[in-house]
């Protein structure tokens, strides 16, 4: 059974920081790409960033510079740093785990940037 289950989401103020982690089971992670995707309300889900099994990344252009994802193929785990958020970044977030021929999603964490 596969799981992914992300958590660290919260309230934080404009100009904060919070770090996302989704820990993965059921899957052989270090073949995955993995990647974190957002959904504001009334919007479509977007890409945020992504992790290649073979090392590259990938930002959406508003997140780049601010955001940065990692992962830990020994701990079947990948984290989003998120630093100077913004009220635009208050979104569901979502991990992701894809190969070609199939995709998983976690249960989705809220963040809030908010006064």
């Known amino acids: 059974q596969v799981q992914l289950v992300e958590s660290g989401g919260g309230l934080v103020q404009p100009g904060g920081s919070l770090r996302l982690s989704c820990a993965a089971s059921?899957?052989?992670?270090?073949?995955?790409?993995m990647g974190w995707y957002r959904q504001a309300p009334g919007q479509q889900r977007e890409l945020v960033a992504s992790?290649?099994?073979?090392?590259?990344?990938n930002y959406a252009s508003s997140v780049k510079g601010r955001f940065t994802i990692s992962r830990d193929n020994a701990r079947s785990t990948v984290w989003l740093q998120m630093n100077s958020l913004k009220p635009e970044d208050t979104a569901i977030y979502y991990c992701?785990?894809?190969?070609?021929?199939?995709?998983?999603w976690g249960q989705g964490t809220q963040v809030t940037v908010s006064f």
């Open positions: 992701n785990a894809r190969l070609p021929i199939r995709h998983y």
């Open positions: 059921g899957i052989i992670f270090r073949v995955y790409t």
């Open positions: 992790f290649t099994s073979d090392g590259n990344t």
